[in-house]
């Protein structure tokens, strides 16, 4: 049973999502509880899956039972195993949010169901090509799911996201072809041995191929400066659907990156032709600081947190960039922890914006005692994204700055440190007006009942909406908990793709 | 919906309709050929798909799209991209129940012969019909404009 899991973690979220379609030619209100149950079978699974590779290592799987380097191959270690896990449990979480937050429609959970699968088959699939399909199906949910907001703005940015990150899914596919080109193998254990061997690792065949999956990856993390169509995207969209997306998309294309560097060109290509790490070193760098100069110049808080995310994946890049052991297990943690802060983050604007009607820096002044639970757990997120420990995105940052340290990369490890004080300038500025500065907007002066908020969907708040705030705020610190584990997971599973 | 402004832009064609009635059965057979042949030549359910999709869109556009749209049930279109969907994943979790791993046709060998040509067929229709009521969705969704969208809530049909 174990054995099949990989498998079922992708077809049951599609099997789920053809369900509402149908189900909402009789109910209206059908979507959820489909998506509810769905999504509790996957994090079972999931949760099973991630249990079995801690203890007995690495599951691969064949699919349509044909043997690995032709059929294609899904491949589950320490580093897929979590991501998968966490994929499932934000999502379960985020429904919760759903609930009150609306979309209700039955076609929006399909095509939520639809993300989640695109997520999961992403994170699990052993094979270039495969990771292609899995990245585009994710890609057309996810401007299906912008798009499902009732401004006009949703559609634009929906609009813009769908050609910028369609361009990024054709590079990676570009790569692909000259990848195939070299090798004539899609599959990736396969590749890592083919590489270099079949063709040098400084060949230019090799090297345009690096470019493009990497560079069309890129678009998809949302790296300066390919990161234009994201903070369009996560503030026009439904708070669900920003906080969903925020929270998992740019994150497993992250994954899709690290999966890239070290199971497809390994760290011996990155250590054979230094230009290639450089290059990616220095985008990275480029993307923390331009990343937090943005979203320190940003009004709207929902933006400012799109820009705080093309920083902190800024980071994760570096850390995988780096590649020595610690700065790999830092970026993963710091990976898993700011899907679950920045999910939390923009839930917790939703319900601010709907209680409050505040929706910029200086309108969130004063809130901390009009919102208490929702701007403790927003004051607790902030912190802990900042990295004050014993937060998990200290742990991260931490182990990120040590792993640099190791590499003896003096430039990098500047710009690390450098990047905790710009994360603190623009968090602090929020905290700071949610707790001490006299309120812009006030009680006396309530936003009307019917006035339609950003996605025009209801005001009401309800309890599971300010659950998964307080949740993803208990998280954020308790994950500091989960790190041991899952470093003696990657340790397990990783030094093969770390061997230097 | 205000059908009534929108009736404007629908002429009655007598060449259009009687070419369309004539040309619809071979187009509709065209489709399942390409479907049915997707296993072993160039074709599939995504190319078969789409010309089984287009033939909505020529009677829409002889027959007027309001009239298309009342007569095409949206339950069928509903019910061919989820069947869809299920049949495909029904035959790929069959195997597992056998014993063997996903889609791994030749396990169906022991209740049927040259079953994995069948199941392929079977996979290549159910992903025809996907793509042919997806494409048919958005035709109408188009065709209904923006001001259809925001009227109804969700903007989705």
């Known amino acids: 049973m174990i054995e099949q899991i990989p498998v079922l973690l ?13 189900a909402s030619l009789v109910s209206d209100r059908a979507g959820w509880p489909v998506a509810t149950l769905t999504l509790i079978g996957q994090v079972g699974l999931a949760g099973l899956l991630a249990w079995s590779v801690s203890t007995s290592g690495t599951v691969s799987y064949a699919v349509g039972g044909f043997a690995a380097p032709y059929g294609i191959e899904l491949v589950v270690d320490g580093l897929s195993g979590a991501v998968a896990l966490l994929v499932a449990v934000v999502s379960l979480g985020v429904l919760a949010y759903a609930r009150q ?7 929006f959970y399909g095509l939520y169901l639809l993300l989640v699968a695109g997520l999961t088959g992403m994170t699990v699939t052993g094979d270039v090509f495969n990771l292609y399909v899995f990245l585009e199906i994710t890609g057309l949910a996810a ?19 769908l050609i910028i990150g369609t361009v990024g899914a054709s590079l990676y596919l570009l790569g692909i072809g000259y990848l195939l080109a070299a090798t004539g193998t899609l599959n990736m254990a396969d590749l890592a041995t083919k590489i270099g061997e079949m063709a040098a690792y400084d060949s230019t065949l090799v090297l345009t191929a690096f470019g493009l999956m990497i560079g069309g990856l890129t678009v998809k993390v949302a790296l300066f400066p390919l990161h234009t169509w994201q903070p369009d995207a996560y503030a026009n969209a439904p708070d669900t659907v920003s906080a969903f997306i925020s929270a998992l998309v740019s994150t497993v294309s992250a994954y899709a990156l690290a999966r890239l560097l070290f199971s497809v060109f390994t760290v011996e290509f990155l250590s054979a032709v230094p230009v290639a790490r450089w290059a990616l070193v220095g985008l990275a760098c480029v ?4 990343g937090s100069a943005l979203a320190v110049s940003q009004d709207s808080v929902q933006r400012m947190l799109a820009y705080s995310s093309v920083s902190q994946f800024g980071l994760v890049v570096a850390g995988f960039a780096i590649a020595t052991p610690l700065a790999v297990v830092g970026a993963t943690v710091h990976l898993l922890g700011h899907a679950v802060m920045k999910g939390g983050l923009f839930a917790a604007t939703g319900i601010i914006e709907r209680k409050t009607g505040a929706t910029t820096v200086n309108g969130y002044a004063g809130m901390g005692s009009r919102v208490p639970l929702s701007a403790f757990s927003f ?45 603190l300038a623009y968090f602090a500025r929020l905290v700071e007006r949610l707790y001490f500065a006299e309120a812009t907007i006030h009680a006396e002066e309530p936003v009307p009942e019917d006035a339609p908020v950003t996605d025009g969907s209801g005001q009401a708040v309800s309890f599971g909406m300010i659950a998964v705030v307080v949740l993803a705020a208990v998280l954020a610190v308790a994950l500091t908990a989960a790190v041991p584990e899952l470093q003696a997971m990657l340790e397990d599973t990783l030094p093969p793709l770390l061997n230097q | 919906m205000s059908s009534d402004e929108r009736t404007g832009l629908y002429v009655e064609s007598t060449i259009i309709m009687t070419t369309v009635r004539l040309v619809a059965p071979f187009v509709l057979t065209f489709a399942l050929f390409v479907m049915f042949h997707g296993a072993n030549s ?21 027959y007027g799209i309001d009239a298309a749209r009342e007569w095409l049930d949206v339950r069928v279109v509903a019910a061919l991209a989820s069947g869809g969907v299920l049949t ?19 396990l169906y060998e022991q209740f049927i012969s040259h079953v994995v040509a069948y199941a392929i067929e079977l996979v290549e229709l159910a992903i025809g ?29």
């Open chain 1, 10 to 22: 992708v077809v049951l979220p599609i099997v789920g999502g053809a369900v509402p379609l149908v």
């Open chain 1, 101 to 107: 937050a609306g979309p209700h429609s039955g076609p």
């Open chain 1, 287 to 290: 993307s923390i600081i331009a």
């Open chain 2, 88 to 106: 495909f994943a029904a035959i790929g979790l069959g195997t597992i129940v056998l014993g063997g791993n996903f889609l791994e046709y030749h």
């Open chain 1, 379 to 423: 004051a607790v997120l902030s912190l802990a994204m900042v990295g004050v420990p014993p937060a998990v995105g200290f742990v991260g940052k931490w182990y990120i700055v040590l792993g640099a340290v190791n590499a003896e990369n003096w430039a990098v490890v500047a710009v690390l440190l450098a990047s905790t004080l710009l994360t």
């Open chain 2, 42 to 62: 160039p074709g599939g359910g995504f190319q078969g798909g789409v010309i089984a999709g287009s033939v909505v869109m020529m009677l829409a556009f002889a």
């Open chain 1, 143 to 161: 401007y299906g799911l912008v798009a499902s907001g009732r401004d006009a703005s949703a559609a634009v940015a929906a609009l813009k996201y």
């Open chain 2, 129 to 157: 019909g996907i793509v042919a009521s997806v494409a048919i969705g958005l035709f109408f969704l188009l065709a209904a404009g923006f001001g259809h969208a925001v009227d109804s809530p969700e903007g989705e049909s």
